[in-house]
Protein backbone atom coordinates (compact mmCIF):
# COMPACT_ATOMS: atom_id res chain seq x y z
CA UNK A 1 0.00 0.00 0.00
CA UNK A 2 1.26 3.49 -0.51
CA UNK A 3 1.36 5.81 2.14
CA UNK A 4 2.17 9.37 2.70
CA UNK A 5 2.91 9.76 6.32
CA UNK A 6 5.29 7.27 6.49
CA UNK A 7 7.95 4.89 4.74
CA UNK A 8 7.94 1.06 5.29
CA UNK A 9 11.03 -0.70 4.37
CA UNK A 10 11.64 -4.91 5.00
CA UNK A 11 14.93 -5.69 4.27
CA UNK A 12 16.12 -9.11 6.18
CA UNK A 13 13.21 -9.87 8.32
CA UNK A 14 12.84 -6.76 9.56
CA UNK A 15 10.50 -3.80 8.95
CA UNK A 16 11.60 -0.47 8.93
CA UNK A 17 9.03 2.14 9.60
CA UNK A 18 9.77 5.62 9.63
CA UNK A 19 7.24 8.61 10.45
CA UNK A 20 7.66 11.14 7.63
CA UNK A 21 5.75 14.18 8.28
CA UNK A 22 8.88 16.88 8.02
CA UNK A 23 7.12 20.22 7.79
CA UNK A 24 5.48 19.20 11.61
CA UNK A 25 8.03 17.12 13.56
CA UNK A 26 6.40 13.97 12.42
CA UNK A 27 2.84 15.36 14.87
CA UNK A 28 0.47 12.71 15.05
CA UNK A 29 -2.76 12.98 12.92
CA UNK A 30 -5.57 10.83 11.83
CA UNK A 31 -3.66 10.04 8.63
CA UNK A 32 -0.25 9.64 10.35
CA UNK A 33 -2.03 7.02 12.90
CA UNK A 34 -3.85 5.33 10.56
CA UNK A 35 -0.92 4.78 8.10
CA UNK A 36 1.19 3.28 10.55
CA UNK A 37 -1.32 1.19 11.97
CA UNK A 38 -1.98 0.02 8.65
CA UNK A 39 1.82 -0.54 8.48
CA UNK A 40 1.87 -2.63 11.40
CA UNK A 41 -1.13 -4.59 10.47
CA UNK A 42 0.62 -6.25 7.47
CA UNK A 43 4.18 -6.48 9.18
CA UNK A 44 2.11 -8.81 11.59
CA UNK A 45 0.57 -10.31 8.87
CA UNK A 46 3.85 -10.69 6.49
CA UNK A 47 5.89 -13.52 7.22
CA UNK A 48 8.92 -12.45 5.96
CA UNK A 49 9.21 -10.07 8.93
CA UNK A 50 10.72 -11.09 12.37
CA UNK A 51 10.42 -7.81 13.63
CA UNK A 52 9.93 -4.20 13.88
CA UNK A 53 11.47 -0.59 13.96
CA UNK A 54 9.85 2.61 14.43
CA UNK A 55 11.63 5.72 13.92
CA UNK A 56 11.57 9.32 13.00
CA UNK A 57 13.97 11.83 11.70
CA UNK A 58 16.97 13.25 13.70
CA UNK A 59 14.83 16.20 14.49
CA UNK A 60 12.43 14.75 15.89
CA UNK A 61 10.74 11.08 16.25
CA UNK A 62 6.92 12.61 16.94
CA UNK A 63 6.50 16.18 18.67
CA UNK A 64 3.25 14.91 19.91
CA UNK A 65 -0.16 14.30 18.58
CA UNK A 66 -1.29 17.20 15.98
CA UNK A 67 -2.69 20.52 17.55
CA UNK A 68 -3.75 22.06 14.90
CA UNK A 69 -5.76 19.03 14.27
CA UNK A 70 -7.13 19.09 18.06
CA UNK A 71 -7.13 22.56 19.03
CA UNK A 72 -10.88 22.95 17.79
CA UNK A 73 -12.54 19.77 19.27
CA UNK A 74 -15.04 19.42 20.89
CA UNK A 75 -15.56 17.45 24.00
CA UNK A 76 -17.79 15.60 22.38
CA UNK A 77 -15.62 14.81 19.62
CA UNK A 78 -12.93 13.56 21.49
CA UNK A 79 -14.87 12.12 24.03
CA UNK A 80 -18.04 10.09 21.52
CA UNK A 81 -14.89 9.91 18.89
CA UNK A 82 -12.68 7.99 21.27
CA UNK A 83 -9.65 10.46 19.85
CA UNK A 84 -6.61 8.06 19.12
CA UNK A 85 -8.26 5.42 20.87
CA UNK A 86 -8.80 2.29 18.43
CA UNK A 87 -5.17 3.09 16.60
CA UNK A 88 -3.30 2.84 20.16
CA UNK A 89 -5.55 -0.18 20.98
CA UNK A 90 -4.03 -1.37 17.70
CA UNK A 91 -0.70 -0.83 18.23
CA UNK A 92 -0.74 -2.76 21.86
CA UNK A 93 -2.03 -5.71 19.39
CA UNK A 94 1.08 -6.23 17.01
CA UNK A 95 2.52 -9.25 18.63
CA UNK A 96 5.64 -8.84 16.86
CA UNK A 97 8.11 -7.12 18.52
CA UNK A 98 8.49 -3.39 17.27
CA UNK A 99 11.59 -1.08 18.97
CA UNK A 100 11.28 2.63 18.95
CA UNK A 101 14.45 4.51 17.42
CA UNK A 102 14.46 7.95 19.13
CA UNK A 103 16.73 11.35 17.82
CA UNK A 104 15.14 14.39 18.72
CA UNK A 105 12.32 14.97 19.96
CA UNK A 106 9.42 12.70 21.45
CA UNK A 107 6.97 14.90 23.10
CA UNK A 108 3.40 14.13 24.22
CA UNK A 109 1.83 11.63 22.11
CA UNK A 110 5.49 10.77 20.45
CA UNK A 111 6.74 10.01 24.00
CA UNK A 112 3.84 8.29 24.55
CA UNK A 113 4.01 6.11 21.20
CA UNK A 114 7.61 5.36 21.54
CA UNK A 115 6.72 3.65 25.12
CA UNK A 116 4.18 2.23 23.43
CA UNK A 117 6.81 0.56 21.65
CA UNK A 118 8.65 -2.73 23.34
CA UNK A 119 11.90 -1.47 23.92
CA UNK A 120 13.48 2.57 22.59
CA UNK A 121 17.02 3.11 21.82
CA UNK A 122 17.50 6.52 21.71
CA UNK A 123 20.70 8.87 20.11
CA UNK A 124 22.41 11.52 22.27
CA UNK A 125 20.06 13.83 20.91
CA UNK A 126 16.98 12.64 22.19
CA UNK A 127 14.28 14.78 24.12
CA UNK A 128 11.30 13.27 25.84
CA UNK A 129 8.60 14.70 27.29
CA UNK A 130 4.93 15.22 28.39
CA UNK A 131 4.17 18.99 27.66
CA UNK A 132 0.83 18.55 27.50
CA UNK A 133 0.10 20.67 30.43
CA UNK A 134 1.12 23.82 28.81
CA UNK A 135 -1.40 23.37 26.54
CA UNK A 136 -4.27 23.16 28.87
CA UNK A 137 -4.79 19.53 28.67
CA UNK A 138 -2.17 16.64 30.00
CA UNK A 139 -0.95 13.07 28.64
CA UNK A 140 -3.83 10.93 27.03
CA UNK A 141 -2.03 7.68 25.52
CA UNK A 142 0.09 6.78 28.43
CA UNK A 143 2.06 9.89 29.84
CA UNK A 144 0.88 9.32 33.11
CA UNK A 145 0.56 5.99 33.02
CA UNK A 146 3.12 3.98 31.38
CA UNK A 147 5.85 6.84 32.13
CA UNK A 148 5.05 6.33 35.50
CA UNK A 149 5.78 2.50 35.57
CA UNK A 150 8.28 3.05 33.67
CA UNK A 151 10.30 5.98 35.36
CA UNK A 152 8.49 6.12 39.15
CA UNK A 153 6.64 8.24 39.92
CA UNK A 154 8.66 11.17 41.26
CA UNK A 155 9.87 11.40 37.95
CA UNK A 156 6.88 11.13 35.67
CA UNK A 157 5.06 13.43 38.06
CA UNK A 158 8.13 16.36 37.40
CA UNK A 159 7.89 15.36 33.66
CA UNK A 160 3.99 15.32 33.31
CA UNK A 161 3.14 18.61 35.47
CA UNK A 162 6.27 20.47 34.73
CA UNK A 163 6.45 19.91 30.73
CA UNK A 164 10.01 19.53 30.82
CA UNK A 165 12.20 17.40 28.63
CA UNK A 166 14.78 14.74 29.14
CA UNK A 167 17.64 13.96 27.72
CA UNK A 168 18.69 10.82 26.42
CA UNK A 169 21.19 10.60 29.48
CA UNK A 170 18.58 10.75 31.87
CA UNK A 171 15.95 8.43 29.94
CA UNK A 172 18.97 5.99 30.06
CA UNK A 173 19.54 6.52 33.81
CA UNK A 174 15.87 6.62 34.75
CA UNK A 175 14.91 3.30 32.69
CA UNK A 176 13.18 5.19 30.14
CA UNK A 177 15.66 4.02 27.05
CA UNK A 178 17.52 1.00 26.63
CA UNK A 179 20.44 2.07 25.30
CA UNK A 180 22.21 5.14 23.73
CA UNK A 181 23.87 5.48 20.86
CA UNK A 182 25.69 8.30 18.86
CA UNK A 183 23.38 9.83 16.62
CA UNK A 184 24.49 8.68 13.28
CA UNK A 185 24.48 4.79 14.41
CA UNK A 186 21.06 5.15 15.45
CA UNK A 187 19.22 2.88 12.61
CA UNK A 188 22.18 0.75 12.38
CA UNK A 189 21.76 -0.44 15.81
CA UNK A 190 17.92 -0.45 16.35
CA UNK A 191 18.28 -2.30 12.78
CA UNK A 192 21.18 -4.65 14.16
CA UNK A 193 18.99 -5.40 17.42
CA UNK A 194 16.04 -6.50 15.45
CA UNK A 195 18.02 -8.43 13.26
CA UNK A 196 19.67 -10.50 16.36
CA UNK A 197 15.85 -10.78 17.66
CA UNK A 198 15.01 -11.82 14.06
CA UNK A 199 17.16 -14.80 14.44
CA UNK A 200 15.62 -16.37 17.51
CA UNK A 201 12.13 -18.91 17.15
CA UNK A 202 9.06 -16.38 16.19
CA UNK A 203 6.98 -18.50 19.25
CA UNK A 204 9.78 -17.73 22.01
CA UNK A 205 9.88 -14.03 20.28
CA UNK A 206 5.95 -13.49 20.49
CA UNK A 207 6.11 -15.39 24.10
CA UNK A 208 8.60 -13.17 25.33
CA UNK A 209 6.65 -10.11 24.16
CA UNK A 210 3.67 -10.90 25.92
CA UNK A 211 5.12 -12.01 29.55
CA UNK A 212 7.41 -9.34 29.92
CA UNK A 213 3.82 -6.91 28.91
CA UNK A 214 2.01 -9.51 31.34
CA UNK A 215 4.36 -7.96 34.40
CA UNK A 216 2.80 -4.53 33.93
CA UNK A 217 -0.83 -5.94 33.97
CA UNK A 218 -0.80 -8.31 37.20
CA UNK A 219 0.36 -8.93 40.24
CA UNK A 220 4.03 -10.50 40.80
CA UNK A 221 2.48 -13.66 41.67
CA UNK A 222 -0.10 -13.66 38.70
CA UNK A 223 2.89 -13.21 36.81
CA UNK A 224 5.22 -15.44 37.96
CA UNK A 225 2.92 -18.08 37.32
CA UNK A 226 1.89 -17.25 33.77
CA UNK A 227 5.86 -16.76 33.37
CA UNK A 228 6.30 -19.83 34.27
CA UNK A 229 3.56 -21.83 32.60
CA UNK A 230 4.43 -20.11 28.91
CA UNK A 231 7.90 -21.69 29.83
CA UNK A 232 6.46 -25.19 30.39
CA UNK A 233 4.47 -24.84 27.30
CA UNK A 234 7.40 -23.81 25.07
CA UNK A 235 8.58 -27.55 25.54
CA UNK A 236 5.72 -28.53 22.96
CA UNK A 237 8.04 -26.85 20.32
CA UNK A 238 10.17 -28.33 17.40
CA UNK A 239 12.24 -25.15 18.35
CA UNK A 240 12.79 -26.38 22.17
CA UNK A 241 14.50 -29.36 21.00
CA UNK A 242 16.66 -27.53 18.27
CA UNK A 243 17.83 -24.73 20.26
CA UNK A 244 19.15 -27.39 23.44
CA UNK A 245 20.37 -29.99 20.52
CA UNK A 246 22.44 -27.19 19.00
CA UNK A 247 23.88 -25.89 22.45
CA UNK A 248 24.35 -29.78 23.24
CA UNK A 249 26.28 -30.11 19.83
CA UNK A 250 28.07 -26.75 20.03
CA UNK A 251 26.43 -25.72 16.20
CA UNK A 252 24.03 -22.40 15.80
CA UNK A 253 20.20 -23.04 16.06
CA UNK A 254 17.98 -23.50 13.49
CA UNK A 255 14.62 -22.62 14.28
CA UNK A 256 11.42 -23.21 12.12
CA UNK A 257 8.82 -21.44 14.38
CA UNK A 258 6.97 -24.78 14.93
N1 LIG B 1 1.44 19.54 16.37
C1 LIG B 1 1.38 20.25 15.21
N2 LIG B 1 2.42 20.88 14.67
C2 LIG B 1 3.59 20.79 15.32
C3 LIG B 1 3.74 20.08 16.52
C4 LIG B 1 2.59 19.42 17.04
N3 LIG B 1 2.63 18.68 18.16
N4 LIG B 1 5.02 20.17 16.94
C5 LIG B 1 5.66 20.93 16.02
N5 LIG B 1 4.80 21.31 15.04
C6 LIG B 1 5.07 22.12 13.86
C7 LIG B 1 5.18 23.60 14.22
O1 LIG B 1 3.90 24.18 14.34
C8 LIG B 1 5.98 24.11 13.06
O2 LIG B 1 5.13 24.25 11.94
P1 LIG B 1 4.95 25.72 11.21
O3 LIG B 1 6.32 26.03 10.73
O4 LIG B 1 3.98 25.43 10.14
O5 LIG B 1 4.49 26.64 12.26
C9 LIG B 1 6.93 22.98 12.75
O6 LIG B 1 6.35 21.82 13.33
C10 LIG B 1 8.31 23.18 13.36
O7 LIG B 1 8.13 23.41 14.76
P2 LIG B 1 8.82 24.65 15.50
O8 LIG B 1 8.98 25.82 14.57
O9 LIG B 1 8.05 24.89 16.77
O10 LIG B 1 10.26 24.05 15.79
P3 LIG B 1 11.21 24.34 17.03
O11 LIG B 1 12.49 23.65 16.70
O12 LIG B 1 11.25 25.78 17.35
O13 LIG B 1 10.51 23.59 18.30
C11 LIG B 1 9.38 21.78 19.41
C12 LIG B 1 10.35 22.21 18.29
C13 LIG B 1 10.05 22.02 20.77
C14 LIG B 1 9.12 20.30 19.22
C15 LIG B 1 8.08 22.60 19.32
O14 LIG B 1 7.58 22.51 17.98
C16 LIG B 1 7.00 22.13 20.24
O15 LIG B 1 7.00 22.48 21.40
N6 LIG B 1 6.01 21.36 19.73
C17 LIG B 1 4.86 20.95 20.47
C18 LIG B 1 5.20 19.86 21.47
C19 LIG B 1 3.96 19.47 22.26
O16 LIG B 1 3.36 20.27 22.95
N7 LIG B 1 3.56 18.19 22.13
C20 LIG B 1 2.39 17.67 22.79
C21 LIG B 1 1.20 17.75 21.87
S1 LIG B 1 -0.31 17.25 22.64
C22 LIG B 1 -0.20 15.57 22.66
O17 LIG B 1 0.73 14.98 22.18
C23 LIG B 1 -1.34 14.84 23.29
C24 LIG B 1 -1.19 13.34 23.04
C25 LIG B 1 -2.32 12.60 23.68
C26 LIG B 1 -3.52 12.44 22.79
C27 LIG B 1 -4.51 11.67 23.58
C28 LIG B 1 -5.68 11.14 22.83
C29 LIG B 1 -6.49 10.22 23.73
Known sequence: MAFETITVEVEDHVALITLNRPDAMNALNDQLLGEL???LEEAQGNDKVRC???????KAFAAGADIKMMSDKSFVEVFAGDLFGPEADAIMRVRKPII??????????????????????????AKFGQPEINLGVMAGLGGSQRLTRFIGKSKSMDMNLTGRFMDAEEAE???L??????????????LAAAGKIAEKSMVSIMAVKEAVNRSYETTLREGLLFERRVFHSLFATEDQKEGMSAFMEKREAQFRDK
Not at 52 to 58: C, N, Q, R
Not at 100 to 119: H, K, P, Q, R, T
Not at 179 to 187: A, E, G, Y
Open 100 to 125: AAVSGYALGGGCELAMMCDFIIASES
Open 37 to 39: VTA
Open 173 to 175: RSG
Open 52 to 58: IVLTGSE
Open 177 to 190: VSRVVPIKKLREEA
